[in-house]
């Protein structure tokens, strides 16, 4: 069982990068409309312009320094994980993020 688990690890070692900025980019798409429904109620009472301006530099620019500055603690958080179950720990949050998708019904 532990050479199992060992194996599964070993898949994931060279993409725990990119396994990281996958949990991070799908977070804020799994959330993204929850905090874009908070940033809309926060401009509201400004102009169309300002508005619009304010919301693509969020989305454009926001969103992308967050998926950047976040991804490497999350990596550090994957390397804290054992690494007899780290491979398992992924594959865990991969199930996690697809049962969260699901509950708000983007699945």
């Known amino acids: 069982m532990q050479s199992l688990l060992l194996g599964l690890t ?3 070692k060279p993409y ?3 396994v990281a900025m996958t949990i991070v980019a799908t977070l804020l798409v799994i959330y993204g409309d929850v905090i874009n429904k908070h940033i809309k109620r ?3 009472p400004y102009h169309f312009v300002i508005r619009t301006l304010a919301f693509v530099l969020i989305c454009a620019f926001g969103y992308g320094a967050f998926i950047l500055f976040v991804t490497p603690f999350t990596q550090q958080g994957i390397a804290m994980i054992p690494s007899m179950y780290r491979g398992l720990s992924i594959v865990g949050v991969f199930l996690i993020l697809g049962y969260l998708a699901e509950n708000r019904r983007y699945i």
């Open 10 to 12: 070993d898949l994931f």
């Open 16 to 18: 725990v990068t990119e």
């Open 42 to 44: 926060a401009l509201a």
